[in-house]
C-alpha cells in the first residue's frame, strides 16, 4: 500500500516553544491530508482536514491560531504546534486518502509530542 | 449526521474462541465501510473494507443495512490479534472519514 511518513517520530519542547511536524506521503500525491490527535488508550479525534493549496479546514473545538497546518505541495502537509504547553503532549497522527472518497486511508507513524 | 457507535471499549476472549466487535452507523445512503486496526506500537492501518467483500487474517464483516452494522467477526481468536479496532465510514460531502472509538481486543493464551 501506499506509504505516508511522520517526522519527528517524537519530540520533547520546552513551553511556550513551537513545534512543526511533517506528514509526507512518499509515492502517491494526497490532495488531501488528515491531521488526528490520539490520546493514550483513546480513539483518534479528528483536527483539521488539509487541502493542498488552500485553508485547511479545523473540526469544532480545535484553535486554529493555536494548531497552524500547512499544506503547501500534493506530498506534504505541516501541523505547528504553537506555544506549546503540556496539556498539549499528546500523539498526533497524519493520514493521507486519494481521491476517491472510497478508498482506504493510508496513516502515519505518529508523532509523540511531551511538552515540558 | 455520521456517526459510529462501537459499544465495547474492552472485549477479552480466550485464545480459540469466537470473536465478534460490534460496529453500528448513521448514514444517509449506502456507506462504505471499514475496519482498522492498530497493533501495539504501529501505525493504523486498514484491516477490512466492506466493498472488497474478503477476508483478512481469518476476519470477516457483513454490513447489514437493516440493522446498520458491520460487526467484525472471527471464528478463533489468536493472541496476534490482541490490538484496537476502529470501525470508520467516509463523512458525507467530504474525504474525511469518520471514526469509532474504538475497541481493544485481547486474546489470552
Known amino acids: 500500500g501506499a506509504v505516508v511518513s511522520q517526522h519527528p517520530s517524537w519530540v520533547i519542547c520546552k513551553s511556550g516553544t513551537s513545534v512543526k511536524i511533517e506528514c509526507r506521503s512518499l509515492d502517491f500525491q494526497a490532495t488531501t491530508m488528515f491531521w488526528y490527535r490520539q490520546f493514550p488508550k483513546q480513539s483518534l479525534m479528528l483536527m483539521a482536514t488539509?487541502?493542498?493549496?488552500?485553508?485547511?479546514?479545523?473540526e469544532q473545538g480545535v484553535e486554529k491560531d493555536k494548531f497552524l497546518i500547512n499544506h503547501a505541495s500534493l506530498t506534504l502537509s505541516t501541523l505547528t504546534v504553537t506555544s506549546a504547553h503540556p496539556e498539549d503532549s499528546s500523539f498526533y497522527i497524519c493520514?493521507?486518502?486519494?481521491?476517491?472518497?472510497?478508498?482506504?486511508?493510508?496513516f502515519g507513524q505518529g508523532t509523540r509530542l511531551t511538552v515540558v | 449526521a455520521q456517526r459510529v457507535t462501537q459499544p465495547e471499549k474492552l472485549l477479552s476472549v480466550f485464545k480459540g474462541a469466537p470473536v465478534e466487535l460490534k460496529c453500528n452507523y448513521s448514514?444517509?445512503?449506502?456507506?462504505?465501510l471499514f475496519w482498522y486496526v492498530q497493533y501495539s506500537r504501529q501505525r493504523l492501518q486498514l484491516l477490512l473494507r466492506?466493498?472488497s467483500r474478503e477476508s483478512i487474517k481469518g476476519f470477516t464483516a457483513d454490513l447489514n443495512k437493516g440493522e446498520t452494522s458491520f460487526h467484525l467477526k472471527k471464528p478463533f481468536a489468536q493472541e496476534e490479534d490482541s490490538a484496537m479496532y476502529y470501525c470508520a465510514l467516509p463523512h458525507t460531502g467530504f474525504q474525511k472519514l469518520v471514526f469509532g472509538t474504538g475497541t481493544r481486543l485481547l486474546v489470552s493464551p
Open positions: 493520514s493521507a486518502r486519494f481521491e476517491d472518497m472510497n478508498t482506504e486511508a493510508f
Open positions: 466492506h466493498i
Open positions: 448514514y444517509s445512503g449506502s456507506p462504505e
Open positions: 488539509s487541502n493542498e493549496g488552500s485553508k485547511a479546514t479545523y
